[in-house]
């Protein structure tokens, strides 16, 4: 019986991947962690403090709960990771690090990391994106993400592991708040148009950016975790590609349900970020690999 480690579960991702992982493996199967604990008293399901840069503790959790696999969703995200630079190296390269040499050493069968479309730089082709093409980031996020990428493809060929990723675009769900990052106006503006109604946005009215509907991001990870391990060519990250718009496309969305919703245009450093990634992205590399069907409700 599979036992499932996720670290940083109660991030924007964990709080929608656990549940569907407790549906998967049930609620004794998957040990929730984060370096906090949950709002309120009623985890639903197994919860145990973990901070990623504590290895000793990643590995009494991974002995006391006899766990088999691990999603490894810790991370500083890429607009708080420009105000503190060393703090997310430390987070998003120690942490990695940790739960690779555990998992190596402890024999876990397989592990999650995601990666991110922040690999790509301003010299990466702007338009469907292709799998393999320059990447150079000009955001610490980036550039931890691509050496995450080469960390895992390395673990993966030198010690015959199965670590499994995908290039995630900006998440978008109603579910839980994003934690930090570039795209997380798409998400904010739904709450300040029921709440405010009005919003302030940190991107100008026409960066596209790549963007997934969350629970076509929690149904592609729990495909390519279950995916033939001999037909996964890409031993670094997938792209994944759901929809692209910008701030003014969203804007005019929300406007036809709420006639009265305003919104103005006050760019700041996160516009750079943005401006630095790609608009779409092109992941016929996991169409062929996996046969992801995970982009029917972003299309619908
Ligand atoms: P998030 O910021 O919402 O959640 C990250 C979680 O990590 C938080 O709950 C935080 O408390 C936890 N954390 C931070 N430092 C920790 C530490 N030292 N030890 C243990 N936990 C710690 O981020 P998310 O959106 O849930 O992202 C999860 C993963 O997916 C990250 O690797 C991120 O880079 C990746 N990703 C997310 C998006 C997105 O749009 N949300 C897009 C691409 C990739
Ligand atoms: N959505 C993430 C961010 O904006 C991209 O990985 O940081």
Known sequence: MDHILVTGSLGQLGSELVPA?????????VIATDNHPPAGDDYPG????LDVLNK????????KYQITQIYHLAAILSANAEKNPALAWRINMDG???VLEIAREAGISKVFWPSSIAVFGP???KTHTPQNTLMNPNTIYGITKVAGEKLCAYYNEKFDMDIRSLRYPGLVGYKSLPGGGTTDYAVEIYHQAARSGSFTCPLAENTALPMMYMPDAVRATLELMAADKKSLCVKTS???AGISFAPKEIYAAIVRHCPDFMIAYSPDFRQQIAASWPDSIDDSAAQKDWNGK???ISKG
Do not use: C, M
Request: charged share 20%; net charge neutral; hydrophobic share 40%.
């Open 46 to 49: 197994q919860f145990h403090l």
């Open 294 to 296: 995970w982009r029917t």
């Open 56 to 63: 000793a503790a990643i590995q009494e959790t991974i002995e």
């Open 96 to 98: 990695l690090l940790n």
């Open 21 to 29: 992982l407790q549906v998967k493996y049930g609620r004794i199967g």
């Open 123 to 125: 010299d990466s082709p």
């Open 238 to 240: 997938y792209n994944l």
